[in-house]
């Protein structure tokens, strides 16, 4: 991030998120997608830790300061289920659901507690360790049932502070900061 900071810009739709490694990523971007699902991109497959909104570009600097100060290596991941979320019904996501172990309860606290020193409100919901694979369209009716599956778990390579901008063909990530895990 730049030194010079104008303190009342900020960036729109930030969140916290894991990078897969290249083979984790092959792996996700080989399963499985309905016909009636937009897949998400192979370079924008990630991991959300958490989501932060609006933030000034002084907390953003701030945020990844923080959390370079609590970085700490994340262990493989393993993959329990695919899943449409919130039901098959009427699915708006189609995600690879992780196990949660001790190392994202360690990586939940550290982020949300980073998130708190800057002054950044947090998410009310639950960390559910998942990948999202694919978006369907607002009216979609109707998707595959759950399923398990065995992959091999997934690695992570960096814990990454995004911007996200909304565009027609879908959202488009710029990384802000990248801190190896």
Request: glycine content about 4%.
């Amino acid at each position: 991030m730049s030194e010079a900071i104008d303190e009342a810009q900020e960036w729109k739709r930030c969140f916290i998120a894991l990078a897969p490694d290249a083979p984790s990523r092959d792996v996700l971007a080989a399963l499985d997608v309905p016909l009636n699902a937009r897949r998400v991109p192979y370079a924008q497959l990630h991991l959300t830790v958490a989501f932060i909104g609006a933030m000034s570009f002084a907390q953003g600097e701030a945020l990844a300061q923080r959390l370079a100060d609590h970085a700490m290596p994340v262990p493989p991941a393993e993959v329990t289920k695919i899943e449409c979320w919130p039901g098959h019904a009427q699915p708006r996501l189609l995600v690879a659901v992780l196990a949660m172990s001790d190392a994202f309860t360690a990586l939940d606290w550290r982020v949300r507690s980073s998130m708190g020193e800057v002054g950044l409100s947090l998410d009310a919901r639950a960390f559910r360790p998942h990948v999202t694979l694919a978006r369907f369209a607002r009216d979609a009716h109707g998707a595959p049932p759950t399923s398990n599956v065995e992959l091999p778990p997934l690695r992570f390579t960096s814990l990454v502070l995004y911007s996200s901008t909304l565009a027609k063909q879908g959202a488009r990530y710029e990384a802000l900061a990248s801190l190896p895990v």
